[in-house]
């Protein structure tokens, strides 16, 4: 039976080291926060739901936001920051249209888009799990 020294023990261990890894990794890696927190049904489809979504918008020519001209750029910006080391490699790579061509393109964009706020969604999600706010 859990007592209070038991759950205060066992939140202490929560607390110790980097309690922003999962944070920091979840938002590099879609999936890698809960992966190392062994949530691994939980970090399979956030994975694959995220790498999905980017790589179906990257499929139908959406736009990767390099810079701000105004607010809607910045919040378009903003979402696709959230997709982590996806956007940074993707952006290297010259993939990503810089102007909409066809008409599935602004689709994309929204993929794109949504796919870098659930990464971050799930990065918060797992930093909330190490640091015992879920469970």
């Not at 920051?81 to 993939?95: D, H, K, P, T």
């Amino acid at each position: 039976m859990d007592t209070p020294q038991n759950k205060n023990a066992a939140g202490q261990d929560l607390m110790q080291g980097f309690v922003y890894l999962p944070l920091i990794a979840g938002w590099l890696v879609p999936g890698a926060g809960h992966f190392l927190l062994r949530k691994w049904g939980r970090g399979a489809l956030l994975a694959v739901s995220i790498l999905s979504m980017f790589a179906l918008g990257i499929a139908m020519q959406g736009k990767l936001y390099s810079s701000a001209h105004d607010i809607l750029d910045m919040l378009g910006l903003a979402g696709d920051l959230g997709n982590g080391l996806l956007y940074i490699v993707s952006r290297v790579l010259g993939l990503g249209a810089d102007s909409v061509q066809v008409t599935t393109a602004d689709y994309g964009t929204r993929f794109i888009v949504v796919a870098g706020l659930l990464n971050v969604i799930a990065a918060v999600d797992a930093h909330n799990l190490r640091t015992g706010r879920k469970a």
